[in-house]
Structures are given as structure tokens and as C-alpha cells.
């Protein structure tokens, strides 16, 4: 059993890839920036359990930045999937904050634009299209809580600085099913 915990307590704490985002919002992308407020996109792979944090965080985070943010999750859908699989509890937990708009990621589009490799994953553009952040709102796979991703997003949102311009991010791979054959974290 203690092998057990072990193993759990480090997959906790491993990151997905070091992903870079592109420094300029991509032009191509389906959702238009904001020009006044900061615009954060997250992506999202509906069957992930270790999910289940940054969408929390990101309620959160949504509640102290006083409509400061216009955010938007894309919910990976591959193209072999029915339409209602990414309409799972995930979604309909995104789905209830305000001021989040979801979307359907038909084959990852959305995230392969923002060059995201991990549930989770997390930017926030400028009306100047500049990037101010990238990586993760949790501060493990699957934890919730007080987090550096989280904190600088509402420092940018509030007072228009923040300590980190990157954090990692923890969650499943979007297009493979490693963590979900595992049975997430």
C-alpha cells in the first residue's frame, strides 16, 4: 500500500510538457480577443478527472477578478466522438460560471492554435494581443487550492502586474488517454 501512495503523491506532482504559447494571439483562432479586457482561454479534456481542479480554480478565479477577465474554455472533442461527449460533468460544472463561455475543440483546433498539450493549460492575452501567462491554476494533478497560476492571473486582472508570467500545468495529456486508462489521479 505504501507503493501505492507513493506513486500517487508523485504523479500528483508531475507536470504535462513545457508548452510555449504563442507570444501574440493567434489570428486564426475562433474566439476574438477582448479589447478591454484581459482574455484568458483554457482547454480541457471533458473525460479528465485531474481536470476537475482547474475548472474549481477557475471559478475561483472568475468570482475575485470582478469582470475583469473574458474567459473561454475549450473542451477537446476528437473527431471519431459523438456530439454530446464532451457534455460531460466537467462541462456542466464550467458551464455554471459566470462570465465563462465553453466551447467545443473539434480535433483539438483550438488547442493545437495555442500550442497546449495538457489538460488544464491555461493563457491570458492582453487587449494588445501580448501574452501575460501561461501554465496551469493548480498547484498539483487534481489539487485544489492556493496556487501561483491562479495568483498571478488575478494580480494581471486587478492591478495589471503579476510575480509569474508562467506556471506548470498538471492534467492529462489532451490527445492521448494515458491518465484516463489509469483511472486519472
Not at 477557475?58 to 472533442?77: D, K, P, Q, Y
Not at 494580480?155 to 503579476?162: E, F, P, V
Amino acid at each position: 500500500m505504501l507503493g501505492f501512495a507513493f506513486w500517487t503523491n508523485k504523479y500528483s506532482n508531475i507536470a504535462g510538457p513545457d508548452e510555449a504559447a504563442p507570444v501574440q494571439w493567434p489570428s486564426q483562432s475562433a474566439v476574438g480577443l477582448s479589447s478591454t479586457n484581459l482574455t484568458l482561454v483554457m482547454f480541457a479534456h471533458p473525460q479528465c478527472p485531474c481536470t476537475r481542479a482547474s475548472i474549481d480554480q477557475l471559478g475561483l478565479l472568475m468570482a475575485s477578478a470582478r469582470g475583469c477577465l473574458n474567459a473561454h474554455v475549450f473542451f477537446l472533442r476528437p473527431a471519431a466522438t459523438p456530439e454530446n461527449w464532451t457534455h460531460t460533468s466537467l462541462w456542466h460544472q464550467a458551464s455554471t460560471i459566470p462570465g465563462v463561455i465553453l466551447h467545443e475543440d473539434l480535433s483539438g483546433t483550438e488547442a493545437r492554435r495555442f500550442n497546449c498539450l495538457t489538460s488544464g493549460t491555461t493563457a491570458v492575452y492582453g487587449p494588445d494581443r501580448c501574452l501575460l501567462f501561461q501554465g496551469g491554476i493548480t498547484i498539483a494533478r487534481g489539487h485544489s487550492g492556493d496556487n501561483a497560476g491562479r495568483s498571478s492571473i488575478l494580480a494581471l486582472a486587478l492591478k495589471g502586474i503579476s510575480q509569474h508570467a508562467r506556471t506548470p500545468a498538471f492534467g492529462c495529456p489532451l490527445f492521448e488517454t494515458y491518465c484516463l486508462e489509469k483511472g486519472g489521479s
